[in-house]
């Protein structure tokens, strides 16, 4: 196990009727009287949860201003729009209301307000970003984590370059988390984001580094719990206890505690966010089709961390077969768990077409010079290699 520092400042509400409480919790952590609210679509209008909140902060005499319209594969275009708004209205603390996708963006205005040049250095690598406004959060849809990671991936329009930022600097003060407002999500979300999860438990799962039992075994229950509860969420989509696993679920899956001691991977993730970034095809959707693929690219580098992975996770025998079939075994019922949650598998089954293999991989390598992933690393030769087995 590797030396490490495990801190999340993020308060999590979770349960019932929590969203109640924004305006007390705004209030505890920022005395501002202005609040930017960064929302996807007009749905949080429609299902009365915008009037509930404007509600809450109206107690605390707290004026809101908004910023609608984020699309998954959040834009930079609005990034800067809501970096303006802030600017011109002196709002110091930003909501977001939504999924990953607004979330996201709420973390890369809070970092662009106070910075003197162009938000996009950030990710591009060529500044670190050394202040932020506060940013909150009521999470609507399971999936990224987003609600107390140190991530934020945003989609540039000019090139339709996706890249991402990684500082706990970040990480929203609270998160408000209610099971119930996740619901009325249609089903293809709700499987896009029970995909996203179980990945970001993966690419900390697939390491190099040695004895790290322990959280080898939460990433595997964490794993065999949205496993259990993914499909029983689906058939049964407002069972609050089903509902509630899976959000948590996803939280623990994305907010450092897993990954503790371990240098993590993601390969896969980069690979997906190039799909996701061309086509604009949903996050969960691009990882079905990336995952099981690099894994069949790669297992062979320590075929018996897959071993473990398929007998731990996917419950099959020790005694199956070959320590290779067994591996291929359990990825074969992982593509199996993917397709009952309505995710595509391949290129073929997103309708996407298979000519941008080599633009893709170099973008994500940056010209073939930063390859990707720890596990093994990955270059554009690599990747092109991924991205053909992912095409049928």
Request: charged share 25%; glycine share 8%; hydrophobic share 40%.
């Amino acid at each position: 196990m590797d030396n490490f520092e495990f801190s999340n400042i993020t308060e999590i509400v979770f349960g019932k009727d929590t969203e109640s409480q924004v305006g007390a919790k705004v209030r505890k952590y920022s005395d501002a009287d202005k609040l930017l609210v960064v929302y996807g679509s007009d749905r949080i209008k429609r299902n009365g949860l915008f009037d509930k909140v404007k509600a809450s902060l109206d107690q605390e005499n707290i004026k809101i201003y908004e910023l609608g319209g984020v699309k998954p594969n959040p834009r930079l275009g609005l990034v800067r729009e809501g970096i303006d708004l802030c600017r011109k209205e002196n709002i110091d603390f930003i909501l977001a209301i939504g999924g990953g996708s607004v979330i996201d963006t709420a973390k890369a205005i809070g970092v662009g307000v106070p910075y003197d040049g162009d938000v996009w250095d950030f990710y591009l690598g060529k500044k670190v970003p050394q202040k932020t406004l506060k940013t909150a959060c009521i999470s609507t849809i399971p999936a990224a984590g987003s609600e107390s990671s140190l991530s934020s991936v945003i989609t540039n329009e000019d090139g339709w370059y996706k890249k991402s930022i990684n500082y706990d600097l970040i990480r929203p003060v609270f998160a408000i988390v209610n099971p119930e407002l996740t619901y009325s999500l249609p089903a293809y979300q709700v499987g896009c984001g029970i995909t996203d999860m179980m990945t970001h438990v993966m690419e900390r799962y697939f390491t190099n580094t040695q004895h790290v039992d322990l959280s080898d075994r939460l990433c595997e229950a964490t794993l065999r719990t949205m496993i259990a509860y993914g499909e029983k969420t689906l058939k049964d989509p407002t069972n609050y206890d089903y509902r509630a696993e899976i959000v948590w679920a996803g939280i623990l899956a994305h907010n450092g505690l897993l990954n503790t001691g371990r240098v993590q991977d993601w390969a896969s993730h980069r690979i997906g966010i190039e799909i996701g970034g061309k086509y604009d095809l949903a996050h969960g959707a691009t990882l079905s089709i990336v995952y099981p693929n690099w894994m069949k690219y790669v297992y062979k580098h320590d075929v018996d961390r897959f071993v473990q992975f398929a007998v731990r996770v996917w419950n099959v025998d020790l005694a199956y077969k070959e320590k290779d079939e067994i591996v291929l075994e359990g990825i074969r019922r992982m593509q199996e768990y993917f397709k009952k949650l309505g995710m595509p598998l391949s290129f073929k089954d997103a309708g996407l077409p298979t000519d941008a293999f080599e633009e893709m991989a170099d973008k994500a390598t940056f010209g073939d010079t930063i390859p990707v992933g720890n596990f093994v690393k990955i270059d554009k030769a690599k990747m092109i290699d991924i991205y053909k087995m992912c095409a049928e």
